[in-house]
C-alpha cells in the first residue's frame, strides 16, 4: 500500500525556517517525481515544487523561488523542503504528492502537515 | 487569481447531472493534460480524472472528463450526496520555466 506521512508542520515566526519530510513506503521511490502541495486555510490548492526521481530536475512556484529548497534521499525514501524567510502567508497544509507519469498527475497524496507563521 | 479559472460553487439534485468547468491559456489546458481533484471536507485531495479523461481504479463512471482547446470539464452524473466536495482542475504551465497550476476550485453543493 502506497504511503506518504509529512512531518516536520509547526509554529514558526516570520522570517523563521523550518524543515518538512514526507517519509514514502509502499512503492519503489527511485522511479518516482514528487511534489509538494499546499492549502491555505480556507482556500484552494497551490501548486509548490517539483523534483524528478532522480532529483535532476526542479520547479519551484514564484512565491517560493529563492526561500524554499526541495530535495529528496532515494537511500531513505524521503522528500523534503527546506523553508526559508517565512512569511504568514506561508501558513498552511503542506501535502507531500507522488508524480504518475505527467507533471500535475498527483496520484497518491499524504495527510499533510501543518505550518502556521506567526508571531 | 488562479491562472486556472473554475466557477466557485455548483449545485444539483440526487440524480442530477453535473458538469464542472476550467478554463485555462494555450500555456497549459492548451498544450498539457488536465487533471481533476476531488477533496472532501477536512481530506486529502484524491485523484479522480487523469490525462483529460482517464479514471483512476476505484472511481465510479459517473465522473468523466474532457478536453477541447483551453478549456476542460468534468461531469457527474446520477449524483449523490456523497459528491458533495471540492473539485480542482490542474495542469503544468509551460511559460517561464513552467510551473504546476491549479483552478481555485468548484465547491459543489448536492441539494
Known amino acids: 500500500e502506497v504511503q506518504l506521512v509529512e512531518s516536520g508542520g509547526g509554529l514558526v515566526q516570520p522570517g523563521g525556517s523550518l524543515r518538512l519530510s514526507c517519509a514514502a513506503s509502499?512503492?519503489?521511490?527511485?522511479?518516482?517525481?514528487m511534489n509538494w502541495v499546499r492549502q491555505a486555510p480556507g482556500q484552494g490548492l497551490e501548486w509548490v515544487s517539483h523534483?524528478?526521481?532522480?532529483?535532476?530536475?526542479?520547479y519551484y512556484a514564484d512565491s517560493v523561488k529563492g526561500r524554499f529548497t526541495i530535495s529528496r534521499d532515494n537511500a531513505k525514501n524521503s522528500l523534503n523542503l527546506q523553508m526559508n524567510s517565512l512569511r504568514a502567508e506561508d501558513t498552511a497544509v503542506y501535502y507531500c504528492?507522488?508524480?504518475?507519469?505527467?507533471?500535475?498527475?498527483?496520484?497518491?497524496w499524504g495527510r499533510g502537515t501543518l505550518v502556521t507563521v506567526s508571531s | 487569481q488562479s491562472v486556472l479559472t473554475q466557477p466557485p460553487s455548483a449545485s444539483g439534485t440526487p440524480g442530477q447531472r453535473v458538469t464542472l468547468s476550467c478554463s485555462g491559456s494555450?500555456?497549459?489546458?492548451?498544450?498539457?493534460?488536465v487533471y481533476w481533484y476531488q477533496q472532501l471536507p477536512g481530506t486529502a485531495p484524491k485523484l479522480l480524472i487523469y490525462?483529460?479523461?482517464e479514471r483512476p481504479s476505484g472511481v465510479p463512471d459517473r465522473f468523466s472528463g474532457s478536453k477541447s482547446g483551453t478549456s476542460a470539464s468534468l461531469a457527474i452524473s446520477g449524483l449523490r450526496a456523497e459528491d458533495e466536495a471540492d473539485y480542482y482542475c490542474?495542469?503544468?504551465?509551460?511559460?517561464?520555466?513552467?510551473?504546476?497550476?491549479f483552478g481555485g476550485g468548484t465547491r459543489l453543493t448536492v441539494l
Open positions: 504528492a507522488r508524480e504518475g507519469g505527467n507533471l500535475c498527475y498527483f496520484d497518491y
Open positions: 523534483i524528478s526521481n532522480s532529483g535532476n530536475t526542479i
Open positions: 494555450s500555456s497549459n489546458i492548451g498544450s498539457n493534460y
Open positions: 509502499g512503492f519503489t521511490f527511485i522511479n518516482y517525481n
Open positions: 490542474a495542469a503544468w504551465d509551460d511559460r517561464l520555466s513552467g510551473r504546476g497550476m
Open positions: 490525462r483529460n479523461n
